[in-house]
Each structure stands twice: as C-alpha cells, then as structure tokens.
C-alpha cells in the first residue's frame, strides 16, 4: 500500500512568515498567469500584425464569449479548492483524497457538458454580440474550434486548482511556460507558414491546452502525495460534492453571469465600428495583464484564508488578507504610473502604427480607466480573502450587483438618455470596480472580526 505524505511542492501556511508566504505562493502563480496571458495575447499579436484588424477584432473581442462557459467551471474549480485547502489546512489526508477523486469525476462530465454547449451556443453569443459583417464570421470560426477543444483548457484548469490548494503553484506555473512557447511556435507556423488564419490561432490555442492538460495529469497521477489521483478511487462523494457545490456553485454562477454581461458591454463597444472594436480590444490586453498582479495575490489570499481557518488561526488568516492587500496596492500603483505614462506605446505594440485611430481609443481607454486599478485590487483581494472563508455567496452577490445590475443600469442610462459615446460605455468598466470594492471592504470588515473582538473571545 502507497501512503500518501506531504510533498515539499506542497505549502502549510499555518505557520511561517506571512509575508513571505504569500510571495512564495503568489509569484510562481504571477508568473504563470503572465505566460498564460501571454499566450492569449500572442493570439492577437500575430493576426493584428500578420492578418489584419477584422482578425484582431473578431480574436481579441470574444473574451466575454468563451469567459461565459469557461467561467462558470473556472468558479466552480476555486470552490474545490477551497474545500481541498480547508482539508489540507486540518491535516485531513483522507479528507483531501476524496476532494480531489470527486472533482475529477465532477470535471470528466464537465468536459462533455461544456463542449456541448459552448458550441451550442456559437449562434446566440453572436446575435448578442451583434458584430459588423466583415467580423462576424470570423468569430464564428474561432468559437466553433475553441469549444471543440476546450476539453483540454477545463482539465488543466481543476489540476492546477488541486495543487493550488495544497500551496503548489509552482507547477502549475511550469505547464504554462512549456505550453506558451509551444503555443507561440505553433500560431507563427499556422498563421505565417500555412497561412490558415482565424482559424490556425484557435488551433494553436486548443492544441497547447491539450498539452497543459496532459502534462497537469501526468503530475497529478504520479506524485506520492496527498494529491495524487488514482483511477480507481475517481467517484462522487455526495457529502463532498455538496460541499464543493456549496461554495463553488456561488463563484461558478458570479463568474459566468459576470462575464455575460460583459457580453452586453462588448455589443456597446462593437455599435461604434471596427477602430472602436480593435481600441477596445488593445486595451483590454493590457488590461488583463496589468490585472494579473492583484489576481495572483488574490488566489493566495483564497488558499491562506483556507488554510488557517481550517486549521482555526482566524487572526492570522486577517493578517494574510491585509499583507496580501498591502501588497497589491503598492503594485497597483506603480502600475498605473506606467499606464499613464505609456499608453500610445502599448497600444502600438498590438496594433500597426499606421492605424491611429485604433490607437487614439486603446490609449484613451487605458488613460480613462487605469487609475480606478486601485478599486478593482480591493475587490479582487478582499473577494479572495471571502472565498477562502466560504463566504462564495456574499462574494457572488457583491460582484453580480456591481458587474451585471449596477453596470448595465449604468450603460443603459448613459447610451439611451445622457450621451452614447465610446468614452461613456469604457467607463462602465471601473465604475463597476468602486461599486464593488465598497462592497467587499464591508462585507470582509462584517465577516471577520475585528481585532479587539479575539482578544476577548481568547
């Protein structure tokens, strides 16, 4: 018989410094959401340079399409998580094995599900989008081909959530370099070489997720740790299940509906015309990478509010959601330092220099919404702190109010009865953000107690 141990890829963050913890934790993860987002953007590198900007448009503007089915399992995955990190947290072994065995199974039956009805779904998300003709069947194109693979990108994404929560992102990381540069090769020798297009970047995207997939699997089946997954023992729980649904279904359904709306917000921008898109869509590149930063220290505040609240350290579990704060709002800053500063050329880097207007709107949005970063990094953090405490339905409400009603109010005012311009719809964006961040500053100062109050209950 194999006993399962803790592996040293493996972190407690019960103890140690805080600090250090969490940059331990939340680096690797930095690093590998670069080079995945890296990839995303190679995409529209090579068709916006080597294609041409209905290319560029109709690749770079469907983030809110495939974030609609992939976002929902993308939820639901850090509700395992939580549950594998709040086991791990309590030195449960068993406990995390069966976590880890019921959300494969559930993942398998997702792989199907999901693949169905993302291609299903290719004609609705289109109508909604309501794209200009030389953009439309392009899209159609990339979608088709992105869910018929999305297999790879949903297995991917549940190992690299198990070995999150047991405080590996180291190789979650490794997986994403390898297939970022086997990405990158295989959308020059598509698009370049064989001159395929739209539709050798889909490709390319859905063969490098295959790889990740395997190689996350590959990881998860031979380890002798507590993580390891044996074919034999993949089965549903029912008690576990209902755990992780009770945590992840909230963040699956925030997440999904989130990015549906954005849906609506994309079919703004695209009323505008191609040069609108093609800004919008440079500026939304730059924008999920500056995101990144506040993303990967949100995800370690998940797993270290987990861990210590499993293993009942709710004082220290406050102290790593403000360090993990701390840090984001210092990085936040510098980062909108080089926004500022920076615009035109980052824009530049997506677009030809011959197309001023595509860059005017990228740099005006990136100017117009770069300073409102800082709201966003309380939301995201303290969301993450949230999630780790299982409070996945607050934080599905608070995001749903500020992201989807409080938006959409907002967009459907300004356009209908104040002014429709392309300056009015890209600020919907941070006002969505401070909505949201005033929300998640009172709920987390509601849900964990305040100093004073431990100290008497000690």
């Not at 398998?108 to 439309?136: F, H, Q, R, Y």
């Not at 220099?353 to 966003?376: C, H, K, Q, T, W």
Request: with cysteine; net charge positive; hydrophobic share 55%.
């Amino acid at each position: 018989m194999v006993i399962l141990r803790r592996s040293r890829t493996e972190t407690d963050m019960t103890t140690g410094s805080i600090p250090l913890l969490i940059l331990g934790f939340a680096i690797p993860l930095l690093l590998g959401n670069i080079f995945q987002q890296f990839y995303n953007t190679v995409d529209t590198w090579v068709v916006g340079n080597y294609v041409g900007k209905q290319a560029f448009s109709a690749v770079g503007t469907l983030g809110p399409v495939t974030n609609t089915i992939i976002g929902f399992f993308v939820g639901f995955s850090s509700g395992a998580g939580v549950v594998i990190s709040r086991q791990f947290g309590a030195k449960d072994n068993e406990g995390v094995s069966a976590a880890v065995h019921t959300f494969v199974a559930v993942t398998l039956i997702s792989c199907v599900a999901m693949t169905a009805i993302g291609v299903g779904m290719v004609p609705l998300m289109l109508k909604i989008l309501n794209s200009p003709e030389d953009v439309a069947p392009l899209q159609k194109l990339y979608l088709t081909i992105y869910f018929s693979g999305v297999s790879g990108l949903l297995i991917y994404n549940a190992g690299a959530a198990i070995l999150r929560a047991v405080g590996n992102s180291f190789f979650p990381f490794l997986f994403l370099v390898v297939t970022t540069v086997i990405n990158i090769i295989l959308d020059l020798v598509f698009v370049l070489v064989f001159k395929m297009g739209t539709a050798g970047v889909a490709y390319a995207t859905i063969i490098a997720q295959a790889i990740s997939a395997i190689l996350v699997v590959f990881v998860l089946m031979t380890t002798k740790s507590v993580v390891k997954v044996r074919i034999s023992k993949i089965r549903i729980e029912r008690s576990i299940l209902k755990e992780i649904i009770t945590v992840g279904l909230p963040s699956a359904l925030q997440m999904s509906i989130t990015a549906f709306s954005n849906v609506f917000v994309q079919s703004y921008i695209n009323y505008f015309g191609t040069d609108v898109m093609a800004g919008w869509t440079a500026y939304n590149k730059i924008d999920q990478i500056f995101f990144l930063p506040m993303q990967s220290l949100a995800l370690a505040a998940t797993t270290f509010v987990g861990q210590n609240l499993g293993h009942n350290s709710i004082k220290r579990a406050r102290k790593g959601a403000t360090t993990a704060l701390a840090m984001g709002l210092i990085t936040t800053a510098m980062e909108i330092l080089v926004v500022m500063i920076s615009a035109d050329s980052l824009v530049r880097f997506f677009v030809d220099d011959n197309e001023s207007r595509v860059i005017y709107y990228g740099a005006l949005f990136l100017r117009m919404n770069g300073p409102f970063f800082l709201a966003a990094c309380v939301n995201q953090i303290y969301g993450g702190a949230l999630r780790g405490a299982s409070k996945t339905a607050l934080t599905m409400a608070n995001m749903l109010f500020s992201f989807v009603l409080f938006r959409q109010i907002y967009l459907f005012v300004m356009t209908r009865f104040i002014s429709n311009t392309p300056i009015t719809v890209g600020i919907g964006y941070p006002v969505g953000w401070v909505m949201c961040a005033i929300l998640m500053l009172a709920s987390y100062i509601i849900v964990f107690p305040k100093p004073e109050a431990e100290a008497q209950s000690a």
